[in-house]
């Protein structure tokens, strides 16, 4: 059973950055495809950016390009979200996320795609 424990987030001042990591167990996830959705009060989940395990393909959202960087380190089962140059809009619970056998990081966007998730972490941006 895939277990994803969200870490690092927290309140900072807009303009600042903040690192999200996920820690991953359960599976062997050479085939995974891992991604970060979040979820503002009164919004629906979106696509923040997705990363293929292997190859490193990345993907992002078009609000989040340039700004965040999605990574992984093989070693630690870990994935990250740099956000750097954050806005008050940027506000949200942040989830990870993986999908089995998950291919191309731009073939989907949809939360229903993706089987197992973490809990979230609150991330807020003061303005």
């Known amino acids: 059973q895939v277990q994803l424990v969200e870490s690092g987030g927290g309140l900072v001042q807009a303009g600042t950055s903040l690192r999200l990591s996920c820690a991953a167990s359960?599976?062997?996830?050479?085939?995974?495809?891992m991604g970060w959705f979040r979820q503002a009060p009164g919004k629906e989940r979106e696509f923040v950016a997705a990363?293929?395990?292997?190859?490193?393909?990345?993907y992002y959202a078009d609000s989040v390009r340039g700004r965040f960087t999605i990574s992984r380190d093989n070693a630690k089962n870990t994935v990250y979200l740099q956000m750097n140059s954050l806005e008050p809009k940027d506000t949200a619970v942040y989830y990870c996320?993986?999908?089995?056998?998950?291919?191309?990081?731009?073939?989907?966007?949809?939360?229903?795609?993706?089987?197992?998730w973490g809990q979230g972490t609150q991330v807020t941006v003061s303005s």
């Open positions: 996320a993986a999908r089995a056998r998950g291919g191309d990081p731009a073939s989907t966007t949809l939360p229903r795609d993706f089987g197992s």
């Open positions: 359960g599976r062997t996830f050479s085939s995974y495809t």
């Open positions: 990363i293929r395990w292997t190859g490193g393909m990345t």
